[in-house]
Each structure stands twice: as structure tokens, then as C-alpha cells.
């Protein structure tokens, strides 16, 4: 009989991380039991998550979210560009949905363990559990995971945090588990979208407003001021540029020639909604932090303000810091938790 603590319920896609997170489970000596949430209506990957699970020689469980991944996650999407924010969907996906009915899902089966192909690592140690960086740089996920709480982290493990993706697609390759599908670029849900704005131009009542500059002076229109986010120079369609938005007001958009001005180039950065993996940072220490997940980490110090919110003061202007976004904040590789810019 395999005990209690070998027993594994993983994430399963029909991708080559979830595949390969399986495997190497396997190899490690877990008995895997796969589980393929459906989210969308997506009939190949689903058909091809059931031919890998085949392979693997692995039990395949099947859960449709597709109500509650509308309700719970494109509805918020959609509601907070109409709040003039830009969103990142996967920052609340992941620890409020996915995990959550990953982690829910095992406790019914009885499974005390869960596992995703999400590139980080998980520290272990007297006790303390930490979010640390994926090993490879290009491919780490840290940024949309910073919302896991301990008692999540405790029970997760992470297959491919230690590994390079490239490395990991090679060995899938000699196994005859690659996938033929190409991995999604844009937030699942955005399918035959080739950007938010397309998607939301789809879901949301076109709502003219005014483009104007910093002295006033309407410049243009547009369809609705969520098409934008801080710092966008394409798809303005107005002429004497290049323009830069530094802002939206109600339904108006702000624009400026100056790409350093103040509003795109900060070097403070107040965030609210704030979680922290563990106890709170010092606000006498540096620390590092990201206003997206492609940014390099930007040295900073934390202060601390009324009403929940905290404020990152860079040592640098950062470019760009938009509504709705995440800050992160890293002791080297290390993950301590973040918030929502405010």
C-alpha cells in the first residue's frame, strides 16, 4: 500500500509542463492521479490530455469549472478595466481558483498533496515554508503565485522549479510526451483574441470619450478608456505624436509627448490589497520588486500606510506602474508577498 504522503493529485493541462510535472513525479515514486480541470471549452486539449494521461499510465479526473471560471474570473476581469484598471488575471486565477479547487478537490479524494507545472520552487525549512524563484530566469512564475498562503504552500509541490524549460521539452521530446500544441501566450481565456482589448471590445458597449492633452485640449476620441493602459503610445489615432497616455479620468484619456513625464516614470509605488506569504517586510531593509512579470526586480525600500495600503519607494523610476497590476516584492530569491497597485 502507498502511504498517505506519496500520494499526488497534479494539475493537468495537456501541456508539456503538466505532463512532464506527472512524470517526474512518477519517477520520484508518487502515485499520480491527474486531474483536468475545464475552464473553457476546449475539446483538443481535453482529448489530449486524456492520450498523455493514457501514456503516463496515470488515472485522468475530469472537473467541469466552466460556470464558476466565467464568474469568478473573466467577470472580475472585464469588471476592473471598467474601473479604468489594467488587470493581470492569472495573479488571481491562480491562488483564489485554480489552487483552490485543485487543493479542494484533493482533501475529497483523500490526496494530501497537490502538484502544478508552474516554474518555482518551494523552501522547507524548521518550519518555515518560503515562495522562492524558478530556476530558470526566463520561464520563473513566481509573480503569479505571490498570493499562496502557508497553509497552501505546505500541501503543493513544484516538479520543474529546479529545472531549465528547454531541458524539460528536450526530455519530453525522447519520451514521446510533447505535445503538438503550441503554448498559450495570452490569458487563457483569450482563444481566439489577439490582445484584451479585442476580448473586451466583444464584452463591453463601445463608450466615446475624449483624448486630450495636459493642457486640456481634446485631441481626439475613442471607442472606451479601457482600450488603455498607462504608458501606451500605439493605437491612439491621433496625429502630431508620438503621444503617450499618463492617465484616464472617468472616460477620458490623458495624453503627453513626454514619455519620462511623472505619471508613466515613478519612483514611488502605493499598493493595496496587500498579502505577505509571511510575517511583514521591514521598512528598514532593500528589498527588490516587480510592477509586471516580464520586468527585472528594481532595488526598493516598503513603507507602510494607513488603510492597508503600503508604498514601494524605488531607487529608480519604474516605467509604467498601472491600476490593477501587481508589485512583488523579492529578498533575493526569495518571494514575501506584494499587492495590487493603487
Not at 469568478?72 to 486565477?93: A, D, G, M, R
Not at 524549460?165 to 495570452?186: D, F, G, R, T, Y
Request: a positive charge; proline letters at 3%.
Amino acid at each position: 500500500m502507498i502511504k498517505e504522503s506519496k500520494k499526488v493529485l497534479v494539475g493537468f493541462s495537456g501541456g508539456v509542463d503538466s505532463t512532464m510535472s506527472a512524470y517526474y513525479l512518477q519517477q520520484a515514486g508518487f502515485k499520480v492521479t491527474a486531474i483536468y480541470f475545464k475552464f473553457l471549452e476546449n475539446k483538443k486539449a481535453e482529448k489530449l490530455a486524456e492520450q498523455l494521461a493514457q501514456k503516463l499510465k496515470i488515472e485522468l479526473i475530469k472537473k467541469d469549472l466552466r460556470r464558476e471560471f466565467r464568474e469568478k474570473v473573466i467577470n472580475q476581469f472585464i469588471n476592473s478595466y471598467l474601473i479604468n484598471e489594467t488587470p493581470n488575471p492569472c495573479v488571481l486565477c491562480n491562488p483564489e481558483f485554480k489552487f483552490h479547487y485543485l487543493l479542494k478537490t484533493a482533501q475529497e479524494l483523500g490526496i494530501s498533496q497537490v502538484a502544478t507545472g508552474h516554474y518555482a520552487q518551494i523552501s522547507r525549512k524548521a518550519g518555515k515554508i518560503c515562495l522562492l524563484r524558478g530556476v530558470d530566469e526566463l520561464k520563473d512564475q513566481s509573480y503569479f503565485i505571490y498570493r499562496l498562503n502557508q497553509d497552501q504552500l505546505k500541501k503543493i509541490i513544484f516538479p520543474l522549479g529546479d529545472k531549465k524549460k528547454e531541458n524539460i521539452v528536450q526530455e519530453a521530446i525522447s519520451l514521446k510526451l510533447k505535445p503538438k500544441a503550441k503554448e498559450s501566450q495570452n490569458a487563457c481565456f483569450l482563444t481566439t483574441d489577439k490582445s484584451a482589448q479585442e476580448f473586451l471590445l466583444r464584452k463591453i458597449p463601445a463608450r466615446k470619450g475624449e483624448i486630450i492633452d495636459e493642457k486640456g485640449i481634446v485631441l481626439g476620441w475613442h471607442q472606451g478608456a479601457f482600450n488603455f493602459t498607462l504608458g501606451q503610445r500605439k493605437g491612439l489615432g491621433i496625429s502630431g505624436g508620438p503621444y503617450f497616455v499618463i492617465g484616464k479620468k472617468e472616460n477620458k484619456i490623458l495624453v503627453s509627448k513626454n514619455k519620462l513625464h511623472q505619471n508613466i516614470f515613478c519612483k514611488e509605488v502605493v499598493f493595496n490589497k496587500t498579502h505577505w506569504i509571511g510575517k511583514e517586510p521591514s521598512e528598514t531593509k532593500k528589498f527588490q520588486a516587480k510592477i509586471r512579470y516580464l520586468m527585472k526586480g528594481e532595488n526598493c525600500q516598503l513603507k507602510k500606510l494607513g488603510g492597508g495600503k503600503w508604498k514601494a519607494i524605488f531607487n529608480k523610476p519604474v516605467w509604467a506602474p498601472a491600476r490593477g497590476q501587481s508589485l512583488v516584492v523579492y529578498e533575493k530569491d526569495r518571494v514575501l508577498g506584494g499587492g495590487i497597485i493603487f
